[in-house]
Structure formats: C-alpha cells, structure tokens
C-alpha cells in the first residue's frame, strides 16, 4: 500500500476528498492525454459531437483501468479484495462511462464552449460521483477503517 509523507497523511487521510482531488489530477492528466491521442488519430474536429462523444468514452473507460489500481494503492484503505473491486468497479465504471458521455455530448451538442472548459466541467461532477461511489461501494474504505481501528484495541 503506498504511504506519502506523514504530512501529507494528515493534510489528506485516506479516503478523504483531498486525497481523491490529488489522485484524480494523475487520473485526469491519463485520461487528458488518451483524450487528445483519440481525437488527433481520429481526426475529429470540434463540430463532430457524436465522435466526440465516443472519444470521450474510450478515453474515460481506458483511463478508469489506470484510476483503479491508483485509487485501490494510493486514495483508499481498500477492506475488499481485487476481485471485488474490480467486479463492484466495472458496473460503476460503465454508468459513469454512459453518464459522462452523454453529458459531454450534450454540452459540446448545445453550447460553443471550449473542449478543455467543458472537459474540466464534466470531469468534476463525475469525478465526486465517482469518489462516493469508490468509498462507499468498491472499496468499502469506512468498513476498512474500523476494522483497523478494531485490531489496533
């Protein structure tokens, strides 16, 4: 399990947003670039929302593999085993997949905002989503917590 400095610890505990802020600024930097990648090889321009939307999903499922392992070692104090996670995660993963998607789509569909304004937009939104998700269901980090707390008595 990947331990930061004691001072870093204390500024953001695990399971804690800040911790989950930190590792989502790694997740979003892997999810930025697959996004870009996608687009340029694709060729897609602003006007293709529909393409867009698809980029954006292969960008988010593909980035969600790299998310979590790194919230499993870094963000939680995971009580359930790879195998739950990983199962727990995939129909979690897959509704914000949808979810992102669409909403993505739909701002780059009804709005003239710049890409990056509304990837940072969409990405926050999901991205609590998801921490509540990750905390309270794939990695049940509360339940790990006491369970520390009970063999340390």
Do not use: C
């Not at 892997?30 to 929302?49: E, H, K, N, P, Y």
């Amino acid at each position: 399990m990947v331990q930061g400095p004691a001072w870093f610890d204390r500024l953001a505990p695990k399971g804690s947003l800040g911790r989950y802020a930190v590792a989502g600024v790694f997740n979003t930097v892997i999810f930025a670039v697959m996004l870009v990648v996608l687009g340029w090889v694709s060729g897609v321009t602003r006007d293709q929302s529909e393409a867009w939307a698809v980029v954006w999903g292969i960008a988010w499922m593909g980035s969600s593999v790299v998310a979590h392992f790194v919230h499993r070692e870094f963000t939680f104090l995971p009580s359930t085993n790879l195998a739950y996670s990983a199962s727990t995660a995939l129909p979690i993963y897959t509704l914000a997949f949808l979810g992102s998607s669409a909403t993505f789509g739909l701002f780059l569909e009804f709005t003239t905002w710049y890409i990056w304004f509304i990837t940072t937009i969409n990405t926050g939104a999901w991205g609590i989503t998801q921490w509540l998700m990750n905390r309270t269901v794939i990695f049940r980090h509360d339940r790990a917590v006491r369970m520390a707390r009970a063999q340390e008595e």
